[in-house]
């Protein structure tokens, strides 16, 4: 399996990587109904065929995600056979029941880092992301991402990254240590990040992997209306404004444009599109989620998926066509601007 090394100083990651959001289970941003057992068996094939990293969060499933993971790599040396990345600043305790806020104060991001440590069985953190900006607190981020650098210089942590920063706060952040990695969503349908964040990345030598590149489930071409209008109440996507009309229309239509490219190259469609996010200047991985190993086998070999330059230019013809997705920059989900509104 490809792999690339992220950032200057980080590790040699595999480019696509293991995403655990979903094996959270049926939290207040959920997927709906999940089986650990499954899970488990997911994220140990997943590592079987090759993938070297699992992404993670404390606040997926209020630290759930976090539990299964470290039962899925019982079998294993995490740190050396596993990478294990996570992250911090969506919290829940002391809060209302069911409310989130995003805290980097330092004195959080401390208490977050040792209750990961403690759920995920490890001694260290491969990669630590500030998940959010903090909206909630008013702290500096040159707060928060001094202390996010003094837990590399005492050994919990290994590399640091951000996620979901724009242009100025990362800015901010390299002022005052390295960044080692950058996460945003990258996919065919969300494809602002390429000008804006990348970018960035590229020019200040930072590691960049990439969420969401399935959209979530919606190029995948599992989804139809049917399927959609059955969503379960405890799966954050009914709603979600790109499960509707008019965004849903015109992400069905793309779909129905690509299933011939992936036929004529006898791939599966999540391949292809996953491919696509990893093929764009400058990033190093995707993360893409399962909740089964054969969701696994789905995608696992957009890996070793090359795109020249006549499929992405076909790919290109295709969003045009349908006027699918945006190109705009990436901006918080509704359920994290209703948060820290």
């Known amino acids: 399996m490809r792999t690339r090394r992220l950032g200057t100083d980080g590790p040699e990651v595999t480019i696509v990587g293991f995403g655990a959001w979903a094996i959270g289970g049926p939290w207040k941003f959920g997927w709906g109904t999940v089986d650990d057992a499954e899970s488990v068996e997911a994220i140990r094939h997943a590592i ?6 699992v992404d993670t969060a404390a606040v997926y499933g209020l630290g759930h995600s976090e539990e ?6 019982e079998p294993y040396r995490p740190g050396d056979d596993v990478l294990v990345f996570t992250k ?10 069911g409310v989130i806020e995003n805290d980097l104060r330092p004195e959080s ?7 990961s440590l403690q759920r995920l069985g490890i001694e260290h953190i491969d990669l630590f992301q500030a998940h959010w900006p903090d909206w909630t607190t008013g702290t500096l981020i040159e707060d928060s991402w001094g202390t996010m650098g003094d837990l590399v210089d005492e050994g919990k942590v290994r590399w640091v990254g951000v996620s979901n920063f724009d242009e100025e706060l990362l800015d901010r952040c390299e002022a005052v240590r390295h960044v080692d990695s950058v996460q945003s969503p990258l996919s ?11 970018r960035w990345a590229v020019e200040h030598e930072a590691g960049v992997i990439c969420y969401s590149p399935m959209a979530s489930g919606l190029l995948t071409g599992a989804f139809d209306r049917a399927r959609v209008a059955n969503l379960s109440e405890t799966d954050w996507r009914a709603n979600s404004p790109a499960f509707k009309d008019p965004l849903l229309s015109q992400t069905l239509s793309l779909v129905e444009r690509l ?5 004529r190259l006898d791939v599966p469609l999540p391949d292809l599109v996953v491919a696509w996010v990893v093929a764009q200047p400058g990033v190093t991985g995707a993360i893409v989620g399962a909740r089964t190993p054969c969701h696994v086998d789905g995608w696992v070999g957009a890996a070793d998926l090359e795109l020249d330059d006549a499929l992405l230019a076909e790919i290109d013809a295709a969003i045009e066509a349908t006027g699918a997705g945006s190109d705009a920059p990436p901006a918080p989900p509704p359920h994290i601007r209703a948060v820290n509104a």
């Open 48 to 53: 079987e065929l090759g993938v070297n990293w």
């Open 88 to 97: 911090c600043g969506r919290r829940w305790h002391g809060r209302p029941d």
């Open 259 to 263: 299933r011939p490219i992936a036929q």
């Open 188 to 198: 065919l349908l969300a494809r602002g990040a390429r000008n804006t964040v990348v």
């Open 109 to 115: 991001i401390r208490e977050e880092c040792e209750a």
């Open 68 to 73: 299964v993971v470290r039962e899925a790599l």
